[in-house]
Nanobody, 125 residues
Framework: QVQLVESGGGSAQTGGSLRLSCAAS????????MGWFRQAPGKGREGVAS????????RYADSVKGRFTISQDNAKNTVYLQMNSLKPEDTAMYYC??????????????????WGQGTQVTVSS
């Protein structure tokens, strides 16, 4: 059974930083893709960043490029999202997700089969 457990959410002020972690268990970690998505109140879920476990290639939503960094620790089966220069519009529930098949790694949400429970990020002005 695949489990994704997020941690690291919380509150920050504009310009601050937070780091989210996603620990994966029961998941065939290699040659797959993991991503971070977020959902603000009243809005749809949107992709934030993805990382290919095989080659480490990454993709980012335009809204977070240059501010957020996704990374992996294969030994710990953990993916991170370092969020810097936070803005109030980054406020959302953040979800870790993983693909079950070796699709092209990007932020197309329909490709992600496994989801964590989410962690709240709140940025105040």
């Amino acid at each position: 059974q695949v489990q994704l457990v997020e941690s690291g959410g919380g509150s920050a002020q504009t310009g601050g930083s937070l780091r989210l972690s996603c620990a994966a268990s029961g998941y065939t970690y290699s040659k797959k893709c993991m991503g971070w998505f977020r959902q603000a109140p009243g809005k749809g879920r949107e992709g934030v960043a993805s990382i290919s476990i095989g080659d480490g290639s990454t993709r980012y939503a335009d809204s977070v490029k240059g501010r957020f960094t996704i990374s992996q620790d294969n030994a710990k089966n953990t993916v991170y999202l370092q969020m810097n220069s936070l803005k109030p519009e980054d406020t959302a529930m953040y979800y870790c997700a993983a693909m079950s098949e070796p699709y092209v790694c990007n932020l197309e949400i329909y490709k992600y089969n496994y989801w964590g429970q989410g962690t709240q990020v709140t940025v105040s002005s």
